[in-house]
């Protein structure tokens, strides 16, 4: 389990050329022209971590299996998406599913590439994107809440709270705001979440520069960047024909590459970062002579709730996990040694998961 990430835009901004650089396929086929990727692309990058590498040197694992990111290219929407105009509510409902949206906003020149609205401006480009999402969210909590007030009015207890959520989104959509500045309780994010409000989700904004701004970016990005500020949310300066050719590379000629454009790591690295910190994911391990594998949980996972992770019977039948910190794994130079060093502790149903982890439960069948 990792992510999902739907990757979102406006025509022609290069969100498909990344999508396929990213994932390394050739399943969104990148055009001069708007709608040419008509359903939505799905494809599976490994999540990198050298902490696993590292891993399955010391145990000696015959298989290394790492966790996985999804991303799902969704066509480029276009001003009346929320009406229908382009291919309207189709794509809409795809970006529903998943646990974070990137925005890829347009941030370079290049007159051989039409702008679908004739201009480059990154902020107007991801107000359209944003205002189609927003119009979308609206129209459906206007549809539902009508019939919730009522039942709450008759006094139904749970259609009274359940009403009492969709009035703070409702609010802010009506301000012209995304429904993810809400301020939920604890106990009102299941219900919050079950809404699957387009602008509830993270959003990570992508800055597709020409490659000469590929490391500090430029003047497009550094408004993005401005923007991103106020809102909380994150941004990743990415070439997306820089990751086009990288990704065409031989992995031994990768990192010359990367030193000839003054990268230190892929744009995919610094993707994956930015959406496990917006959606506050940490990585646990299982290490053993078979196989090393990283397993993604939200922060604050309990154990018995990590170990369901892996297999819903472990989290059933949890009894404990022997854990021992990366760090102090490879220290000891593997289990035996961390034992040794007195490094390995045995927690109950009541501990909470860290980064880094190495596990190994016991549960009764």
Known sequence: MGFKCGIVGLPNVGKSTLFNALTQTAQAEAANYPFCTIEPNVGEVAVPDDRLETLAKIAGSKEIIPTRLTFVDIAGLVRGASKGEGLGN????????????AYVLRCFVDEDITHVENRIDPLADADVVETELMLADLESLEKRISQIEKKAKSGDKDAKAQFAVMEKPLQLLREGKPARLAKMTAEEMPAFRALQLLTSKPVVYVCNVEEGSAANGNEYSKQVEERAKTEGAAVVIISAKIES??????PEDRDAFLGEMGLEEPGLNRLIRAGYGLLDLVTYFTVGPKEARAWTITRGTKAPQAAGVIHTDFEKGFIRAETIAFADYVAGNGETGAKEAGKMRLEGKEYVVQDGDVMHFRFAN
């Not at 050719?245 to 031989?250: K, V």
């Open 245 to 250: 050719e990288f990704s065409g590379l031989a």
């Open 90 to 101: 189709k794509f809409l409902s795809h970006i529903r599913e998943v646990d974070a949206v």
